[in-house]
Structure formats: structure tokens, C-alpha cells
């Protein structure tokens, strides 16, 4: 598997342990300052290369510190970080995310450069030889350029999938609708599938996906696992019961997780059980590439 990651690429900052803000100018000790690699298509990217994939990211970041800490991390991971250019007049997206003792994450995010990443700043004879496309964030292109993109990578025998940033919105799915048809994977989440749609239940909002030109929609459910449908099949994949510490980029490591089981010949229910056994992985520790997992110890995990 050979994987292009394009899109939002992200420096999160965990702060694990936060019950309340301090008053005024007062501080508060807390259990752990963690960053990491994150982002629709950076997070994804972390965790597809631990399950073995040939992993080229591809998106923009500014020339400040949070740059190079994020290239560090994601080169230390093993992905090719070549395809990220530097945006001087833009600093790097980063988030801020206090984790509090039951889970919540809310968070303050700078989107930064990847606002500015324009299909001029990907040189497609990079893309020469790749399996798989993944964009993640197609909103910060608009539709026309990402079915472009997409369009460009089927022509080279790739396979596509997108993931959604945004909160649903059917505005939103106006803007980047004319990705659809050629994505042969969408994979978001339950509430962006209700919010884009409008519809009364999940499996009759991933059929509008569907029937908008999406091949299949692998929606992810949290703790209730996930949902594949395609126009063919609606099927259920329950999550897998493991203590939570950080729920950060499990969506990005179900996306990699279902993404490296289509390259291994699963079908698509399979592959959502390798991506929810994946997303457990992520779930149980702090960031997106929290743990020690590969390829072969999550198949064994999914069982």
C-alpha cells in the first residue's frame, strides 16, 4: 500500500487532567503536556504508517516552531513529509485540547495553513506509483478541486477516500459536493452524515451519500462502532470495550484503519472492523499516535 495523505495537517497540544479553567491569571497543575501529529490528513497518516503503509503527506504549514515540531513528529514516525510546503505568511494549524477526567475533549484550534493549501501546491508527478489517495478535509479546496484531485488519482489507478472536517452542515456538503462521484470512500461521522443530509436515521443519511455519488460511506458512531453503506448493504460493526484515556484522532485512525484493511482484500464491513479495532488502539492512550500497536498485534486485537 502506497498512500498519498492530502489535506489538514495539524500540531495538537493535550492537556490531560483540566476539571475547570483557573481564575483570573491563577494556574493549575495538571497530569500530562503531550503533542502530537493530528489532522484528517496528518493523524491519518501517523497511523496508517504504523500499520505498514508507504505513507506521503502532502498539504502546507507555516516556517515557525510548530512546523518543525510537527514535521519532526510525523518524519519520526516514518512518513514523507517532502509534499508539505512552507507558507511564510501563514503560521501552522495547531489545537489546544484539554482533555477532562470523563473524556471531553473541547478544543481551540488555529486552522493556519491549511487554509491556504491550494491544488498549486501539489506536484502530481508525485503522486506517480500511489494505491490509495486520502483527503482529508476537502472543504479547504472546495468540490470542483478536490474531484480534480480525486479524479486525477483514479486515472492513476488509485483508490479514494475522503474525510470531512467540518461540522455537518448542508451547506457544507453543497460546497464539496461535486467531490463526490469521484470518492469511492467517504468515511465520516454520524453527526456530520445528520447534519449534511437532513435525514431521520444514519443509515438513510449515508444513502444520500450514496445516492450523491459517494461508492460507499463508512460512518463512525463513537462508542457504538460503525456503520458501512453502500447501495447495495447497510451494516453494522460494533465498537471494541476498552478503557478510554484520549478520544483525539480516533476517527483518523478508523479512516486508517478501514483504509489498510481494503488494501489487504477486505471488504468494506471487514475493513470497518480492522478501523474500529485500530481506533481502540488510539482510544487508549493520549494522542494520535499514542501506543506501540502494528499491523499484526490489531488484526489480532480485531480477532
Not at 502530481?124 to 478541486?145: K, M, N, Q, S, V
Not at 488494501?263 to 499514542?290: E, F, H, K, M, N
Amino acid at each position: 500500500m502506497k498512500i498519498a495523505t492530502v489535506g489538514v495537517h495539524v500540531l495538537d497540544t493535550h492537556v490531560i487532567g483540566i476539571e475547570s479553567i483557573p481564575d483570573g491569571s491563577d494556574g493549575q497543575l495538571v497530569e500530562t503536556i503531550r503533542m502530537s501529529p493530528a489532522g484528517t490528513a496528518g493523524g491519518t497518516a501517523v497511523v496508517l504508517r504504523r500499520l505498514g503503509a508507504e505513507v506521503l503527506s502532502f498539504g502546507a504549514v507555516g516556517v515557525d516552531p510548530v512546523a518543525d515540531t510537527l514535521l519532526a513528529l510525523l518524519e519520526r514516525e516514518g512518513v514523507d513529509v517532502s509534499g508539505l510546503v512552507r507558507k511564510a505568511d501563514h503560521q501552522t494549524s495547531a489545537s489546544v485540547i484539554p482533555v477532562r477526567p470523563n473524556g471531553d475533549r473541547p478544543a481551540w484550534h488555529c486552522i493556519g495553513a491549511n487554509g491556504a493549501f491550494t491544488l498549486d501546491d501539489l506536484d502530481r508527478a508525485a503522486l506517480d506509483g500511489i494505491t490509495h489517495l486520502h483527503l482529508g478535509g476537502p472543504e479547504f479546496l472546495g468540490g470542483e478541486a478536490a474531484g480534480e484531485l480525486l479524479a486525477h488519482a483514479r486515472s492513476l489507478g488509485a483508490v479514494t477516500s475522503v474525510d470531512i472536517l467540518a461540522p455537518g452542515d448542508p451547506d457544507l456538503l453543497a460546497w464539496v459536493a461535486a467531490a463526490l462521484p469521484h470518492t469511492d470512500y467517504l468515511l465520516p461521522n454520524d453527526e456530520q452524515v445528520l447534519g449534511f443530509t437532513g435525514a431521520s436515521s444514519l443509515a438513510d443519511g449515508a444513502r444520500a451519500l450514496v445516492d450523491a455519488g459517494a461508492g460507499c460511506v463508512a460512518v463512525t458512531q463513537g462508542s457504538k462502532g460503525a456503520l458501512v453503506v453502500t447501495a447495495d448493504d447497510v451494516v453494522g460493526v460494533p465498537a471494541y470495550p476498552v478503557e478510554a484515556v484520549d478520544t483525539t484522532g480516533c476517527g483518523d485512525a478508523f479512516s486508517a484503519g478501514f483504509l489498510r484493511g481494503l488494501s489487504l482484500g477486505r471488504d468494506p464491513a471487514g475493513a470497518a472492523r480492522l478501523g474500529c479495532a485500530t481506533a481502540a488502539q488510539v482510544a487508549q492512550g493520549i494522542g494520535t499516535d499514542a501506543g506501540t500497536y502494528d499491523l499484526d498485534s490489531v488484526v489480532a486485537f480485531a480477532g
